[in-house]
């Protein structure tokens, strides 16, 4: 009797999943209310999740409860530590979450409503959470190694070494575009670079009292810098309203690029314990009241979605960023869909932590849904506000104009009607100086997002209050990207100087640490200046050359699981991973070509180069723009250099898992799968690693410092 | 290790109204246990209880060094993502 009621009800789900996708799909005419949106993503997940993840899970990678994972093989309290599957889910959850899911398929938008929409689904039902779940089971049955070192084994030398270098590249080029996000959206706004100035001593206050008041005392601490967080949210209001305090945090894009690329090095210089791990705490918890106040705001308001299923832009000549539907929109959601760092979480910390196999489908999978979800919000949130102001705020002055009337007639002549009064009115409701020319996603974000927020709370009056509180949480946790990224980058290149110089690679060494710290935060240092100057916004040029090094470093982890997969036997279902790695290789190629080669100056590196170059030769620039433009002429050839690389990168792994592949199946070698040997667990069936009790092992432990 | 165990209301002996209660404690101690879990509150209980289970005799850390080791552990590769 309970199979066919459960049988019923899948089918109901499945039958209103389908119905809400056609409704998005099919529906023209009247806005479309952001429900069907919900309810479209929520029932296409559920069956993902019920019968997809369920067949991978059984079918192609057999997981095995009995085995010993690596959290019971060497649980040392440290790095290996047995833990509760929900608790897990967060942890893993939280270290996958960052901007990309919000910024992407908020520039994606100018596509309209229905492509970014339908790639966040389908991509993350097809090809993320994929990815994820099999990198992660990979990395538990391997005692929790790294994609690096995966690669290194079961691909080839060389494959592990592309793989590394694909990590360092994205790093680089992450931090640089990430940071350009925060620029635009604190440039010219005292109220948001007092709030996110503030974090830093609030961060230096929690470290200290983490480090010697109260060890380790995390929850308390964090409530506290909560509370002090939401304060200066607050408070900068009154920064913003008094002239004086506010011409000293009303910043440019470059004093800001400076700014950041100087705490970006602090940052990774000091103590972790100092900076970098308590802003991390305000930023986790911020950012999971954010996230699920954004869904309880979407479910309560219900939101009209005002922005068309496919606007003009589908053609490649969109303001926000040049570049035609193919492959762009894929490229652009890049992390909602699928995201290749995610590999690295799944091939890092999680791993170790699981308690066992059957654990990876729920934390692997469902995870990635859950990102995807974050990424359909922002979708909604983004086109919930009206086509014209979308683009007004998303355009660059060089397109659109610099004053209300040139962008509002500039707009209203593509067909999304826009008054000037309109975006003046705006920027005084949120508190701004403007909102014109805001390239990267954030603050339309959260202008979508205070809208949504002050319809259920404080109403219009609340508008500045709850636009500034996104603004924070966005800058909040891409500024913990940019440092914990930045750090991570730095043992990177130690590691990388360790093998031409030994003592480079010890990373207490203060010079060590100085250089290595310097070299990658000059390194992405550079993107970000070169996006801050850059005529057409910057966002055009980095998010896209962000979102091709996102992709490919995901085909690279494709490529690795299909390996094993082959080594496994698992022939018949190798199109599970297959299929996704084919697609991804085809937009990551198809994007860096027309990145390097495409004739439109707004598209291809190279030919925006020439054209620069021909006006220079013209006489057309005039002589006190000279410099300027030979060095945006510079940055274009180094960004088609470094796609090119990338590209070339990618070419080169595919050939040598493609060799690999032949001798596995040619049965010319016998393929050698490097999985630790079976262990029984030890743990009886129903241990759930729940949350340890203090009064279990209340220890004579060692006297607190300090 | 220990966790703490929920029952459903109806499987109790005590008068309703009690045994809802004692579930919603119950309940709600989980998910106290649960978040001190997440953020790592009680990362150093775990420590020193893996400690002890490892070996009869161990040199601890103490709650400050085990805290800067804990973090220069977890930050030294990617932990945080785009």
């Known amino acids: ?395 660059p002055a060089s397109i659109v104009g610099a004053t209300s009337d040139a962008a509002a007639a500039t707009i209203s002549s593509w067909g999304y009607p826009l008054q000037a009064q309109t975006m003046t009115d705006l920027a005084r409701a949120v508190g701004e100086q403007t909102l014109l020319n805001r390239a990267g996603g954030a603050p339309s974000l959260a202008v979508g997002m205070a809208q949504i927020f002050s319809s259920t709370i404080g109403g219009p009056r609340l508008l500045s209050i709850w636009y500034h509180f996104a603004i924070m949480f966005e800058a909040l946790f891409i500024l913990t990207v940019l440092d914990a990224g930045t750090r991570v980058g730095r043992f990177m290149v130690q590691e990388l100087g360790g093998r031409v110089w030994k003592p480079f690679a010890r990373t207490g060494w203060w010079p060590g640490i100085l250089i290595s710290s310097a070299l990658i935060v000059g390194a992405w240092g550079y993107f970000l200046y070169q996006g801050v100057v850059d005529p057409l916004g910057g966002i055009n040029s980095l998010w896209p050359l962000f979102g091709i090094s996102n992709q490919l470093l995901a085909a690279v982890a494709l490529v690795v699981a299909t390996t094993i997969l082959l080594k496994m036997k698992r022939i018949r279902w190798i199109w599970l991973t297959l299929i996704p790695m084919t697609w991804l290789v085809i937009i990551t190629m198809t994007a860096s070509y027309q990145k390097i080669f495409d004739p439109n100056p707004r598209l291809g590196f190279l030919s925006y180069a020439k054209a620069l170059a021909a006006q220079i030769t013209a006489g057309k620039i005039p002589a006190v723009k000279i410099a300027d433009t030979q060095r945006v002429i510079f940055n274009q050839r180094l960004d088609a250099a470094v796609t090119a690389v990338l590209a070339a990168m990618i070419i080169v792994l595919i050939i040598e898992a493609l060799m690999q592949w032949y001798r596995i199946l040619s049965a010319d070698r016998k393929s050698v799968l490097h999985e630790t040997a079976y262990l029984a667990t030890r743990w009886p069936e129903n241990f759930s690693g729940a949350s340890y009790t203090a009064t279990a092992a209340e220890p004579d432990v060692p006297a607190m410092e300090g | 290790m220990h966790s703490v165990q929920v029952e459903a209301p109806g499987h109790m002996e005590q008068p309703h109204a009690l045994a809802l209660a004692i579930w919603i404690i119950r309940l709600a101690a989980k998910l106290w246990l649960g978040i001190r879990e997440w953020c790592g509150d009680s990362a150093y209980e775990r420590y020193v209880q893996a400690q002890r289970t490892n070996s009869e005799k161990v040199s601890l850390l103490t709650p400050a060094e085990f805290y800067v080791d804990r973090l220069n552990r977890r930050y030294s590769r990617p932990n945080r993502c785009c």
């Open chain 1, 1 to 395: 009797m309970k199979r066919p009621i459960s049988m019923v009800i899948w089918i109901v789900v499945a039958l209103v999943g389908a119905g809400a996708l056609g409704g998005i799909a099919f529906h023209r005419g009247e806005p479309l209310n952001a429900t069907w949106f919900v309810v479209a993503a929520a029932c296409c997940y559920l069956v993902a999740y019920r019968f997809y993840s369920a067949f991978i899970a059984a079918r192609l990678l057999t997981l095995d409860d009995t085995r010993a994972t690596p959290s019971e093989r060497h649980d040392d309290g440290r790095d290996f530590v047995p833990t509760n599957k929900w608790i897990l889910f967060g942890h893993h959850f939280a270290a996958i979450a960052g901007p990309g899911p919000l910024v992407g398929p908020t520039l994606a938008a100018q596509f309209g409503y229905l492509p970014g929409t339908l790639w966040l689904i389908a991509g993350a039902v097809f090809a993320g959470c994929v990815q994820d779940f099999i990198i992660l089971f990979c990395s538990i049955r391997r005692d929790g190694k790294t994609l690096g070192e995966i690669a290194r084994e079961e691909v080839s030398q060389r494959g592990g070494f592309i793989a590394q270098l694909a990590v360092l590249a994205i790093m680089v080029i992450l931090l640089g575009v990430v940071a350009l996000v925060i620029v635009n959206a604190l440039k010219s706004s005292p109220w948001a670079t007092f709030t996110l100035a503030a974090t830093i001593p609030i961060a230096l206050l929690l470290g200290l009292y983490l480090r010697f008041l109260r060890p380790g005392r995390v929850l308390e601490a964090s409530f506290i810098g909560v509370a002090l967080v939401l304060f200066v949210v607050v408070a900068g209001q009154w920064v913003a309203d008094s002239p004086s305090w506010a011409h000293v945090f009303t910043l440019s894009g470059v004093t800001l690029a400076f700014a950041l690329i100087a705490y970006g090095f602090a940052a990774s210089a000091l103590p972790v314990w100092l900076l970098l791990a308590p802003r991390d705490y305000l930023s986790a918890f911020i950012k999971a009241g954010a996230i699920f106040s954004l869904a309880a705001g979407i479910l309560l308001v219900r939101p009209q979605v005002l922005m068309p299923p496919l606007t003009r832009f589908i053609d490649g000549s969109g303001p926000v960023f040049a570049g035609k539907i193919f492959p762009f929109c894929f490229i652009t959601i890049a992390c909602g869909a699928i995201s290749g760092f995610h590999s690295l979480i799944s091939s890092g910390t999680t791993p170790k932590m699981i308690l066992r196999e059957s654990h990876a489908r729920f934390i692997g999978y469902g995870a990635m849904l859950m990102e995807s979800f974050v990424g359909v919000m922002a979708m909604i949130a983004a086109c919930a506000m009206t086509p014209g102001v979308y683009f007004a705020i998303n355009s």
